[in-house]
């Protein structure tokens, strides 16, 4: 009787935590879609904040499109460096010393907090560089930010694909660049490209790193590179904490989740995709 | 190799990514070294014992007190205590999902943990303080409803999906040789779990909630929003606070640079990652043992 007590509480605790974090995402999306949905409409997207103070009334555009800017930016800078460096740990290092190493460092720049990227790159860009607040700096921050995402999808994906592939090669006698180019990469594309998306959505909602580099109140995010940008997440955070427009701020919150969910949305089905390919 | 031709093209490959590994990842020391040479004038000036015992933060005063003890405090109060809000939630969550879940329910609540993960930050804060920190307000009278505790429920939810996922692989690791035998001597599923199950996934367990409470200490924008930003040191968990990411995101962009106030910002931020990347190697040791064992 006692036993079947017992088991009885664990299995409440059990039910009641999965029921609760799948409630708290749902009351999240059904709170911001009912607060934040009334206010959003062709204007509130494409025009520009007006009103005094500024953002009571008008739109976004300029925050979607420095968000864009700078993830975009972002993409560019990192995404060469991390597909390489997730080719080394995949194909060229394997389990050597060199490999280990930098399996480790990248794994602590993943745990390394957006607000020191935004310190470091603060210091080296905005100051000593004299690039100021700019697009530049902010695209630069957000990169180191989703460098270590980008090489740790890569990489796994790399690794999934069949290890026959690189045997039959190696045995055929293929060089190694081409096996990896011509077989190895089509075959990860979309677990690669999935992690890229991750990382997009990543840098979209990333603010810490933007709002000490790049980000600015009000600026048209023409796309200059030394200009400074606006940005979603900037954007929200001004309207809220200077009680600027609550309705706007949820429904700038609204348009940056809805931004962020699509990505990571279409990064799971890409994964998924992968995942079919690889059992193939 | 017959052709050197390609034997050149194949060597110019391989050192190319070689050496783009190793430099790309190199960042991360650069960056550490040169918060070090920013923050410098701090550690040979003022002591690194002052700065991190000083409760006092007034960096432009003259002479200027700078020390970081609150915010050091602030950040342990509101990490730790996400922890202990998450901790029976990630650990319930992962085990339903490892053992009990039905497979319908599992697979509609991993996608959910999955984008809990996406949501930024700066929603969570601004949720946080339009919903909670006004919830407070009008529950307890409080002229202002922010504090640390307030904080840490937000960061306990920002926190959970990575404890759910890194626990849920742990118990799903444990050879399924443990459960055959369990169910075979007929035991019920929920001794077998916590008897068996958990105390074998216990150290990867462990390692989820090391890396959550180090995710915790760096997050910015929750705690920026909702732990009340006074630099005094605080006395409980329902006092307000700043913890060290607050301080640098808000007063960096006023900071002279060269002041001793942004060197301070640097040395704080120095602590801060330091702090974080220990948290980190714990981990890793953590992990590597348990491979050794398995």
Known sequence: ?280 | MINPGIELKENIIRYTIIGAATISSLLLLAMLLFILRESWPIWSQIGISAFLSGSSWKPLNSPPQIGILSMIVSTLWVAGGALLIATPLGFGCAIFLAEFAPSSLAAVLRPVVNMLTGIPSVVFGFLGAAILVRFFEVKFDLSSGESLFAASIILAIMVIPFIVANSEAALRSVASEYRHAGIALGVSRQYLTMRILVPLARKGMLGALVLAFGRAMGETMAVLMLAGNTLRLPGSWFDKGEPLPALIALELGSSIPGSLHYQALFAAGLVLVLMVIAVNLCVNLLLKRIQKEV
Do not use: C
């Open chain 1, 1 to 280: 009787m006692k036993q079947t007590m017992r088991d009885l509480l664990l299995m409440t605790w059990f039910w009641a935590s999965g029921l609760l974090i799948l409630m708290i995402l749902l009351a999240i999306i059904i709170y911001l879609t009912g607060r934040g949905g009334t206010f959003i409409s062709s204007e509130f997207i494409l025009e520009s904040p007006r009103g005094f103070p500024l953002g009571t009334e008008g739109g976004i555009f300029p925050a979607i499109k420095g968000t864009l800017w700078l993830i975009l930016l972002a993409l560019v800078i990192s995404i060469v460096p991390g597909l390489l460096t997730a080719m080394y740990l995949s194909e060229y290092g394997r389990s050597g010393r060199l490999a280990d190493f930098i399996n480790l460092l990248v794994q602590s720049m993943a745990g390394v907090p957006s607000i020191i990227t935004g310190l470091f790159v603060y210091a080296l860009g905005v100051v000593t560089l004299g690039w100021g607040i700019s697009l530049l700096a902010g695209g630069v921050a957000l990169a180191i930010m989703v460098f270590p995402v980008i090489v740790v999808s890569s990489r796994n994906a790399l690794q999934a694909v069949d290890e026959n592939y690189r045997l039959v090669a190696n045995s055929l006698g293929v060089a190694k660049s081409y096996t990896l180019f011509r077989i190895i990469l089509p075959r990860a594309a979309p677990g690669i490209l999935a992690g890229i998306l991750l990382a997009l959505g990543y840098a979209a909602g990333a603010t810490a790193p933007i709002m000490v580099t790049a980000a600015a109140i009000i600026a048209s995010s023409s796309g200059a590179l030394f200009e400074p940008v606006m940005a979603l997440p900037y954007h929200l955070y001004i309207l809220f904490i200077e009680h600027i427009s609550l309705n706007h701020a949820y429904a700038t919150a609204l348009v940056l989740v809805g931004l962020v969910l699509f990505l990571n949305i279409l990064a799971l089905s890409l994964n998924s995709l992968q995942e079919r390919l690889n059992r193939q």
